[in-house]
């Protein structure tokens, strides 16, 4: 179960069982240099979206562990 609603246009199309640790990604800031409003969980990820991820989630570490 999800812990928030998605905030993405396409959410309807994140697979349930990934739902749940999009909804905490998403929490933690790890997606928020993505483009717009959507997720686009069908289309692959771009080396510098990956680096911008990695990046947050080095950054949310150092905050909070």
Known sequence: EQDSPLPY???G???PWAAVAVARADAAGLFRNRRGSVFAPE???TQGEM???LNQLLE???EYL
């Open 43 to 45: 289309e692959q990820v």
């Open 51 to 53: 680096v911008a991820i």
């Open 60 to 62: 949310y570490c150092d």
């Open 13 to 15: 199309a994140i697979p």
């Open 9 to 11: 246009l396409d959410a």
